[in-house]
T-cell receptor
């Protein structure tokens, strides 16, 4: 049982490039979320999914795209990277619709030059 | 709307001293409240959670938190700090799995 896995761990992009951050969980959780963590700002919700085929926007969705074709995977796409997207990105999953324990991946540290 | 405020971005205590990390929340519905801990270069892991049962919640590693509705607070405490407690701590409030708001975090340092 690997929990929540994220790849890559580190990534450097140039402005305007696109990329996909991968997230997978093996706990059969329905709920999955993407957060970004910036110094002094805690974690902010980018997008979330309540099940396969269902996604919705969080607090800071601009510049990001998501899809959920399977229960296990929830990739985050950066369409055209900008320096403002330099951050640490965390994927999380939880099993129920009530605010239950979220299980976090180890994070992806992204730098956009 | 929900919000959470963590008082103090950095707290430093001596080893063996009391740890007190402050969290105040705002919620229009009965809140679910959480404390998470983040060790360097790792993801967050749950310390404890309040879900409207007992107001005093015990978590892992000797931490506990008390829900005080009248003060809209959920402060985290530990009687005796250990060097291994050095980390960043996040308070969070939620009304659903997709609406969990995190505070800005408090970095805890432990002095030998």
């Amino acid at each position: 049982n690997a929990g929540v896995t994220q790849t890559p761990k580190f990534q450097v992009l140039k402005t305007g490039q696109s990329m996909t951050l991968q997230c997978a969980q093996d706990m059969n959780h329905e709920y999955m979320s993407w957060y970004r963590q910036d110094p002094g700002m805690g974690l902010r919700l980018i997008h979330y999914s309540v099940g396969a085929g269902i996604t919705d926007q969080g607090e800071v969705p601009n510049g990001y795209n998501v899809s959920r074709s399977t229960t296990e995977d929830f990739p985050l796409r950066l369409l055209s990277a900008a320096p403002s997207q330099t951050s640490v990105y965390f994927c999380a999953s939880s099993s129920t619709g009530t605010p239950d324990t979220q299980y976090f991946g180890p994070g992806t540290r992204l730098t956009v030059l | 709307a929900q919000s959470v405020t963590q008082l103090g971005s950095h707290v430093s205590v001596s080893e063996g001293a009391l740890v007190l990390l402050r969290c105040n929340y705002s919620s229009s519905v009965p809140p679910y409240l959480f404390w998470y801990v983040q060790y360097p270069n790792q993801g967050l892991q749950l310390l404890l959670k309040y879900t409207s049962a007992a107001t005093l919640v015990k978590g892992i590693n000797g931490f506990e938190a008390e829900f005080k509705k009248s003060e809209t607070s959920f402060h985290l405490t530990k009687p005796s700090a250990h060097m291994s407690d050095a980390a960043e701590y996040f308070c969070a409030v939620g009304s659903s799995a997709s609406k969990i708001i995190f505070g800005s975090g408090t970095r805890l340092s432990i002095r030998p």
